[in-house]
């Protein structure tokens, strides 16, 4: 198996405005040098952490996912991030998994972040999403996830290679964010990536950051701390493959099933 070339991009995100999101991302897009296989934006990319769904949602026919695919083909990459979807009468916090060839899955938020009365605007995901691409096998979740530890759980029955969060997570709240960032890498013995955003909302909360990446171990590959920017580094698979041989603790993990996910 190859190994996997993987990129962020942690920007401030204009509160309440796609279009200036969407070409500020542009912006740093461009400026990946290298080719990359994968290309991750944080969540709510296109407005920020909004509970103005009724404003702000587009639909899957919308301009956001249209420029997605633009960008996918013209990098023959993967990109992903989590924009406001209405569906069917219901709001989702869905990230969007988009291939160059402009086909899409996507994954709805499972856990909502009631401190800010998410669960009251979008209804929440049911499926975790684990997608195959170029001979890894990716699971992205979305920010409040990361508190979850089952929901992120490496399994055999939906295994993973790379576990990735987009986030709008506060900075009041960043030593939470690196240390359970660590802890998911650790338990499920995967590269595990997160990718925040900067600055301040419109509702006055401070971004710090602290987009990364760590491998297996925990260790970080990446830490980028406050500043807007968009990284790129390579998962080496013969790594990962040599320590899940030298320590494999998934073999000894408790085994569970899922059999009732509730909307609340």
């Not at 995100?13 to 934006?41: C, F, K």
């Not at 969007?96 to 996507?106: A, E, F, H, K, Q």
């Not at 295994?159 to 240390?179: G, K």
Request: net charge negative.
């Amino acid at each position: 198996m190859s190994d996997l070339t993987v990129s962020f991009v942690q920007a401030s995100l204009q509160w309440h405005d796609p279009a200036a999101n969407r070409a500020e991302l542009h912006r740093h897009i461009d400026e990946i040098s290298i080719a990359t296989d994968l290309i991750v934006l944080p969540e709510m990319f296109t407005t920020g952490f909004s509970m103005e769904a009724a404003t702000l949602a587009e639909t899957m026919e919308g301009p956001t996912l249209a420029w997605l695919r633009d960008i996918a083909a013209a990098r023959n990459a993967v990109v992903t991030g989590s924009i406001i979807i209405k569906e069917q009468g219901n709001y989702y916090n869905r990230l969007l998994w988009v291939r160059p060839d402009g086909s899409t899955s996507y994954y709805n938020k499972r856990h909502l972040f009631t401190m800010a009365n998410e669960h009251h605007t979008y209804t929440p995901g049911t499926e975790r999403l684990v997608e195959e691409w170029r001979g890894w096998r990716i699971c992205p979740l979305v920010c409040y996830d990361l508190r979850f530890p089952v929901w992120s759980r490496n399994s055999n029955t939906q295994p993973y290679d790379l576990l990735l969060y987009v986030a709008n997570w506060p900075a009041a709240r960043r030593t939470a964010w690196m240390t359970l960032l660590r802890a998911r890498a650790i338990e499920n013995l995967a590269y595990t990536m997160g990718v925040n955003c900067v600055g301040i909302d419109g509702n006055s909360l401070a971004y710090a950051g602290d987009s990364a990446l760590l491998d297996m171990r925990g260790e970080y590959l990446v830490e980028v701390g406050n500043q807007e920017t968009g990284i790129t580094r390579a998962l080496r698979r013969a790594d990962l493959e040599a320590f899940r041989e030298r320590f494999p603790a998934l073999q000894d993990a408790d085994t569970f099933e899922l059999t009732q996910l509730v909307a609340r």
